[in-house]
């Protein structure tokens, strides 16, 4: 009758080994670190750096205690661990000296960091600390919104350009192009000339939807262009992640150990720094501006060009990144606010190069700047800082438009790189900081103290409780209770849940949920044996009518907890996620886990007398008759 099957307790091992391996990484700490990235835009930290600061290390007599590679999309950075922070000051100012040459214009980042000292053999089964929020740690949090109108009138205004282009590289004559909004008009004075040009446009604007439409005056043929509904929601969702790729870059720069730049919504950013107090060097940062510029190589210059060579009036040397150094003239062909988008891509001999798309000004002033430049050279340069990097140097084939090719990559990953380069130089689109708080360490520290003390405390009262007043089976729950906080906090470290204090209040709300159920199994136990039952079929009848009502309970408490995860936000969503696993690991913990283990202890005994289960009060016989003499009157 109370005797689990082999299968169910081999699920209760492996969720509690489950939970063991998951937890433990929170008991580790962490170590001090020192990180270093890319300070430049052309120049990417690869695996190799492992070695070379390996070696600048080795020879500057400083042990480490391990030297780590990750690459986050296009940003490779490496973090070296040590024993103590005086080997980390002393590792920095080591490293410094070792890979940046010129200290006034750095080539890499060196910044302080923390690692954690997780075994490797954990960490290669994804055993992970859990994440803490900012008011746990301290650091600075920023909520910005993206200008989408900006963004979307940008988009309508290439649009416009990029029509009154195509109708002109195609010689079709118009009687005008004007704008209402988001739907650009093209006049028309015949029929034949509207159709013709609304074939030349589906043909080349993809993106485009077009409407046939009559004039205000009489006998005017209107041709309206607008974007697609799916194509303005793929320019916005791209224009939100492109801005998300630069603020990734430049938040970089600050040696955040974990930076959490995220999207929330359609068009909001959250960012948070843990660590960082700076908040006017964190603002510097983020709201940096990048530009492109396209400009012609000084052909005037004769020979190899090195840092010696005289550069002509007019022109300008530029020394860093790929291509370099170059003579360039000062003068641009194009900026990138004429770049509309920029993809890898394969040229007619299948080789990787890098797709420009540019709007109509943009293709115009290209096509001025090119024609007759055939065999030349023209380059790309990114500014940022007030310095400027070579991202490429290229010959031109042809006389180049609106849309235009860069081959020569070498190989898949640098047209990737370069086609991300020239999207994330810049935002996408302008931003606003609408929110923004600074935590300091110390108040996250409290908070973690007065966190982790008020769930103790609490566990440790329902402790004493549960086996005051339900004895041996008030110890079983605690031992339930017990399984249900390993693995809910298992869970979380799995998922790299980001705990903050809210999620805090929902593990001691969790645990109160968790003992209630245990609470009305035992009690549910106890009316049976009341009621004269033999203590297996108490048990038996205790647990199956108790599971009804903790069911009903949860997923009524579930749905509310669902709510909040989808409709809430920030610190909501956090308490959500952590409310709503530790509903699902309440109930397995106090229905599965916790017959399981009375099962273990009463099940295999054939003739059981009794359970320890506190004092039952039974109605006494004067009760009894009080209780009839009442309902007869």
């Known amino acids: 009758m109370n005797r689990y099957p082999l299968w169910k307790y081999i699920i209760i091992l492996i969720a509690l080994l489950f939970g063991a391996l998951y937890t433990a990484p929170n008991f580790f700490g962490k170590a001090p670190a020192v990180q270093i990235s890319s300070a430049k835009s052309t120049v990417k930290v690869e695996s190799d750096m492992l070695s070379r600061a390996e070696q600048a290390l080795q020879q500057a007599g400083v042990k480490n205690d391990g030297l780590f590679y990750e690459n986050n999309g296009m940003q490779g950075t490496v973090r070296a661990r040590f024993a103590d922070t005086d080997t980390q000051f002393k590792a920095k100012d080591v490293l410094e000296k070792a890979l940046n040459a010129d200290p006034a214009d750095p080539t890499y980042t060196l910044a302080f960091n923390l690692l954690s000292n997780t075994p490797q053999w954990l960490q290669s089964l994804r055993a992970l600390p859990m ?17 989408t109108k900006a963004m979307m009138a940008k988009q309508i205004q290439n649009l416009q350009s990029s029509v009154r282009s195509v109708l002109r590289d195609k010689e079709i004559r118009h009687a ?11 006049k028309f004075r015949d029929e034949a000339t509207r159709v013709k040009a609304k074939a030349v446009l589906q043909e080349q604007m993809k993106d485009a939807a077009l409407l046939d439409a009559n004039g205000a005056d009489a006998g005017d043929l209107l041709l309206q262009v607008s974007m697609k509904p799916e194509a303005m929601k793929l320019i916005m969702s791209e224009g939100v992640k492109q801005n998300i790729t630069a603020l990734s870059k430049r938040v970089n720069e600050l040696g955040v150990a974990e930076p959490l730049i995220q999207q929330q919504g359609p068009d909001r950013i959250v960012v948070e720094l843990a660590g960082v107090q700076d908040v006017a060097r964190a603002k510097e940062l983020i709201g940096r501006t990048a530009t492109l510029e396209v400009r012609l190589v000084d052909e005037s210059v004769i020979g190899p060009v090195d840092e010696n060579t005289a550069v002509p009036f007019g022109s300008e040397m530029f020394k860093v990144g790929r291509g370099g150094p170059a003579i360039l003239y000062k003068d641009p062909v194009i900026t990138g606010d004429y770049i509309s988008g920029a993809n890898a891509s394969f040229d007619q001999n299948q080789q990787p190069s890098v797709s420009i798309d540019l709007n109509g000004d943009g293709g115009r002033k290209m096509r001025e700047g ?19 990097e070579l991202l490429t140097v290229a010959t031109i084939q042809d006389e180049l438009g609106a849309r235009f090719n860069i081959t020569g990559m070498g190989s898949t990953s640098a047209s990737s790189d370069l086609a991300l380069l020239l999207r994330a130089g810049s935002l996408a689109a302008p931003m606003e900081i609408i929110e923004e708080r600074t935590i300091g360490p110390q108040l996250g520290a409290e908070n973690i103290k007065q966190g982790f ?20 089976f008030g110890f079983f729950s605690v031992l339930a209770l017990s399984f249900n906080l390993l693995l809910l906090v298992a869970l979380l470290s799995g998922i790299q849940a980001t705990l903050t204090l809210p999620g805090m209040a929902a593990i001691a ?34 647990f199956d009518r108790a599971w009804a009502t903790i069911l009903d309970s949860n997923v009524t408490t579930l749905i509310v907890g669902l709510a909040l995860l989808m409709f809430g936000s920030g610190p909501i969503k956090g308490f959500a996620v952590v409310h709503c696993l530790g509903i699902l690991t309440s109930i397995f913990s106090a229905v599965f886990v916790s017959r399981g283990v009375v099962n273990l202890w009463y099940g ?3 003739k059981l007398s009794s359970v320890s289960i506190g004092q039952i009060w039974k109605p ?14």
Request: aromatic share 6%; charged share 20%.
């Open 131 to 147: 994440v803490l929020g900012l008011d746990l740690q301290g650091g600075v949090h920023f909520l910005m919104q993206v200008d």
């Open 176 to 186: 005008g192009i004007s704008r209402e909004g988001e739907v650009v008009s093209v």
């Open 604 to 606: 295999r005994k054939k």
């Open 453 to 472: 003390n008020s769930t103790l405390y609490g566990f440790t009262a329902i402790a004493i409780f549960m086996m005051g007043y339900y004895m041996l």
């Open 620 to 633: 006494t016989e004067s009760a009894e008759q009080s209780a009839v003499a009442v309902r007869t009157e």
């Open 370 to 388: 090119t024609r007759g430049k055939i065999g030349k050279k023209m380059a790309i340069v990114l500014f940022e800082k007030g310095k400027g």
């Open 509 to 542: 709300l969790a645990l109160g949920m968790a003992i209630d159920a245990n609470v009305l199994i035992n009690e549910r136990i106890r009316e049976e044996l009341r009621g004269g039952a033999t203590p297996q079929a108490a048990i038996s009848a205790g």
